[in-house]
Every structure is written in structure tokens, then in C-alpha cells.
């Protein structure tokens, strides 16, 4: 089973820059890698997901633009790159992995892997 650890979460203010990173146990060479959002009180959103060749790259309306998501098969580790963060951004970010195409990370919540979260404040 793939056991996912996010770091970089952090208080900022409107307007910083975070870089999460997401330390898969796994190769994740045969995953789709992606993130998610949970805000207080809100579901958990999708984010971003990149592909296993690292080709395809799906964001959500809300970020694109401003998150990146990239990963390095070799360390087995996807970051996201977020940037002029607002407050709205605020809460934990999850990772997550599943195998096959970046559709089944789009489609539905099944199969995926999660990592635990990790916060992120953004004050205005």
C-alpha cells in the first residue's frame, strides 16, 4: 500500500509563495499524483494532478494560473507550487496517488491513496 508524507505547509500572508512536497514510501511510476484542498468546514476539493510520464497536467479553475504541480519520479516525490496564495487557499492540502490515467483521479474518489495533510494559513 502506498503511504503518502506531505511537508511545506506553512502561515503566510496574501500573496506569498509555498512549495508542498509529497514523499511517496512506493515508486510512482505507475500513479497518477495529485492534490487536493479540504478548507475549514468544506469538502475536499481537487487541486491539481500530473501524469505518470509527467506529460498531462489538470487543474482546477480556481488555481490555474497560479498552483504548479510537477513531479520527480526518481525520488518518488510530486510538489505543488503555489503561488500569490490567497486566503481562500487556506486549509490542508492532501496528496494523493492512483493508479493509472490522470481520468481516474478526475472521475472518482476511489482507489486513491492519501497521504495525512498538511496545513496551510493564509492571512490576508
Known amino acids: 500500500q502506498v503511504q503518502l508524507v506531505e511537508s511545506g505547509g506553512a502561515l503566510v500572508q496574501a500573496g506569498a509563495s509555498l512549495r508542498l512536497s509529497c514523499a511517496s514510501s512506493?515508486?510512482?511510476?505507475?500513479?497518477?499524483m495529485g492534490w487536493f484542498h479540504q478548507a475549514p468546514g468544506k469538502e475536499r476539493e481537487f487541486v491539481a494532478a500530473?501524469?505518470?510520464?509527467?506529460?498531462?497536467?489538470e487543474y482546477a479553475d480556481s488555481v490555474r494560473g497560479r498552483f504548479t504541480i510537477s513531479r520527480d519520479n526518481a525520488k518518488n516525490t510530486v510538489y505543488l507550487q503555489l503561488t500569490n496564495l490567497k486566503p481562500e487557499d487556506t486549509g490542508v492540502y492532501y496528496c494523493?496517488?492512483?493508479?493509472?490515467?490522470?481520468?481516474?483521479?478526475?472521475?472518482?474518489?476511489?482507489?486513491?491513496?492519501w497521504g495525512q495533510g498538511t496545513q496551510d494559513t493564509v492571512s490576508s
Open positions: 512506493e515508486r510512482i511510476i505507475d500513479y497518477t
Open positions: 494523493a496517488a492512483v493508479q493509472g490515467p490522470v481520468a481516474n483521479m478526475l472521475e472518482a474518489y476511489d482507489n486513491i491513496y
Open positions: 500530473v501524469s505518470r510520464n509527467n506529460v498531462v497536467r
